[in-house]
């Protein structure tokens, strides 16, 4: 079978350039994020995360945050495409949803917010963030409840919605998710400080854009995404074929004392790196259960 994978960039200078400049759109967007908001959760302890995505979902540049939020941006634009086909959007629509189960998210706190970034007018890429919000309801104050047995007890379930229609903002949904919390005006400030940092890196994906071509950087996206794939892949040849697990273990499933067994086995073949839980135990009776999105980011 011929290998049909595009070939990485012969001019890894130039594309070190370019990345860094996309990271620095993301860094901007973070910083705006953190300096405009209200909750010391996101003002103080950074628990953020801001990231690029290309039109079809596919996650360009993120800034360094928080990590394990990269499953849930990336679930969250997947569950925005899966809900809103491209041809339905409009410049100036903006998403909201937090839902671990439906949209792609980890937890109820971290509500994630979606922009469509237009140029040359049509959709090219998305800007994305989430914060953890200090409470959206829920069994007890912030939403984070140990002992939990349902989704039910953690607050509010936000299904992929729109928060702005081509450019409107729908106070009555902002009213809604606002009145479900016990610190209703910091969550009515910070969703507005989340779709606002998102536009300003709209602003600088359309600058980008209008200097080099919404084209070229379109192209220069991809060969981005090739050459990524490609370092990966060579540091993964890199290692011994073979595999290894690794065994530890809860000490509670939220409810009592009883032994949770985790395991991980890593299988490398070539340059291909396997990751299966086999050995892990079953579903836990607490809210202790990785979700799809946290447990991408994770691996």
């Known amino acids: ?43 103080e302890r950074k628990d953020c995360s801001v990231a690029l995505f290309s039109a079809d979902g596919r996650l360009i540049a993120q800034a360094s945050h928080i990590p394990l939020h990269l499953g849930s941006l990336m679930g969250s634009v997947g569950a925005v495409l899966k809900a809103y086909p491209i041809e339905r959007m409009v410049e100036g629509d903006v998403f909201i949803c937090n839902d671990p189960y439906v949209a792609g998210g980890t937890h109820t706190p971290d509500i994630s917010v979606v922009t469509p970034v237009f140029a040359d007018g049509r959709l090219r890429y998305f800007t994305a963030n989430i914060g953890h919000h200090s409470d959206v309801g829920g069994t007890v104050p912030g939403s984070i409840h140990g002992g939990a047995t349902s989704i039910f007890e953690e607050g509010l379930r936000l299904p992929v919605m729109k928060l702005f229609r081509a450019g409107v903002l729908d106070e009555d949904l902002l009213r809604m998710i606002s009145l479900n919390s016990r610190s209703s005006e910091e969550r009515w400030l910070d969703i507005k ?107």
Do not use: C, W
Not at 16 to 34: K, Y
Not at 196 to 206: S, T, W
Not at 232 to 241: C, P, V
Not at 253 to 280: K, M, S, W
């Open 193 to 299: 400080v989340q779709a606002a940092a998102n536009e300003r890196g709209a602003r600088l994906m359309r600058e980008l854009a209008d200097t080099l071509g919404a084209d070229k950087v379109d192209e220069l996206v991809e060969d981005l995404f090739a050459y990524t794939a490609q370092r990966l892949r060579n540091r993964i040849a890199e290692m011994q074929d073979g595999t290894a697990s690794f065994h530890s273990k809860i000490e509670s499933d939220g409810l009592g004392p009883v032994e949770v067994p985790i395991q991980a086995n890593v299988t490398v073949r070539g340059d291909r790196l396997i990751v299966d839980f086999e050995g892990t135990g079953p579903q836990a009776r607490g809210g202790l259960n990785v979700v799809a999105s946290a447990l991408n980011a994770s691996v």
């Open 1 to 43: 079978m011929n290998d049909t994978r595009k070939p990485a960039l012969s001019d890894p200078i130039a594309m070190e350039v370019f990345t860094n400049r996309l990271l620095a759109v993301a860094d901007e967007i973070g910083t705006s994020m953190i300096r405009a908001s209200f909750s010391s959760n996101i003002k």
